[in-house]
């Protein structure tokens, strides 16, 4: 038993958040941001709407995709470091807003901006398993609720989004062909949301600390993901057994083009294999991936049989990446 890719999905806010909004919010320009980011803009969710909004739309275009009703999906998992609330989990949520009426499974898991390769993994394991038939695997973010405003260094950085996969179960062969997760908590603390959660409660001290935003070291998130991305790149390519040159596209976590062009400078990985999205959409943590692979997907970049290589990393530290072999076949044309 394998898992197959069926369909892909994405959703984006309408609401933009420019560089020229941040200079007027915080003390920064749009120079400044470019050079250092490649980020001109980033997607905000409206007052009302949450994480669950984002990703129950991204899994509505999947399944669209896919030519399934919500009813034929047997398993939801949601990664996200940013859920609606503590609890009842986003993918429950989300199984709600899809109006799915039977009972299923589905869970959320956090492993930051590495939360989506992580959650292809479990995801991979429970359709190899035979029990489950077809499954909506969704990594969606609310990051600008968590950014505070005040930090020149954070607030540039984060967008909203959700991106989302369904995959199958199938006896041929399967589009998942390696998949390799790291962590390494000694360094956790470069990436963290401290408060808000059981080691620190909400409570008039938190808020006024301002500890329910993101905080981050960056000098050193970047020496360790430049590092962790070429790494793990190499021992999935490993597993897989592709050459480099062989792999068709490099769908890399979109957190900074500093980042991006540093890995692919160590990789050899030429300009025309390297998709982004960074520009228009910022850092969008666990979605980053799902929505370039929707993206490429829509837009005929990826072809039956392309090999494409995921990698990321995230707080935690967490890192991982996966070798898949695109099988969804070109988007039907546009009909004008």
Excluded at 64 to 93: F, G, K, Q, R, Y
Excluded at 128 to 141: D, I
Excluded at 186 to 200: F, R
Excluded at 231 to 259: C, M, S, Y
Aim: aromatic share 6%; charged share 20%; net charge negative.
């Amino acid at each position: 038993m394998s898992a197959v890719i069926r369909g892909t999905g994405s959703s984006l806010p309408e609401s933009k958040l420019t560089n020229a909004d941040l200079e007027r919010m915080v003390d920064t320009s749009d120079e400044w941001i470019v050079v250092r980011t490649g980020i001109h803009e980033r997607r905000i969710l409206k007052a009302g709407e949450a994480t669950s909004d984002l990703a129950a739309r991204a899994g509505r275009g999947a399944l669209e995709m896919a030519a399934l009703d919500p009813d034929e999906i047997d398993v939801i998992v949601v990664a996200t470091t940013t859920p609606d609330m503590h609890t009842p989990s986003t993918a429950n949520l989300v199984q709600r807003k899809l109006n799915i009426k039977r009972p299923i499974a589905s869970f959320d898991l956090n492993a930051a901006c590495s939360g989506f390769v992580y959650g292809l993994e479990v995801t991979n394991a429970l359709l190899v398993s035979g029990r489950y038939k077809r499954a909506l695997l969704v990594g969606a973010e609310a990051m600008t609720r968590f950014v505070d405003y005040q930090d020149r260094q954070v607030s540039i950085l984060f967008g909203d989004g959700a991106g989302a996969l369904v995959l199958e179960a199938d006896e041929g062969h399967g589009d998942v062909l390696a998949i390799t997760l790291k962590a390494d908590p000694s360094v956790g603390d470069l990436i963290s949301i401290p408060g808000g959660a059981a080691a620190l409660p909400a409570s008039p001290y938190m808020l006024t600390q301002r500890q329910q935003y993101l905080r981050m070291d960056g000098r050193q998130v970047f020496k360790l993901a430049v590092q962790a991305l070429e790494q793990v790149t190499h021992d999935t390519l490993k597993d897989v057994g592709w050459p480099i040159e062989e792999v068709d596209h490099f769908v890399l976590h979109q957190a900074n083009r500093r980042i991006l062009k540093a890995v692919a400078e160590r990789l050899g990985i030429p300009d025309e294999k390297l998709p982004t999205n960074l520009a228009r959409t910022g850092n969008t943590a666990a979605a980053s991936i799902p929505i370039l692979l929707d993206e490429c997907q829509r837009a005929a970049r990826f072809r039956p049989g392309d090999q494409i290589l995921c990698a990321t990393f995230g707080a935690g530290m967490t890192w991982a990446a996966c070798a898949l072999r695109w099988s969804l076949e070109l988007p039907p044309p546009v009909s004008v």
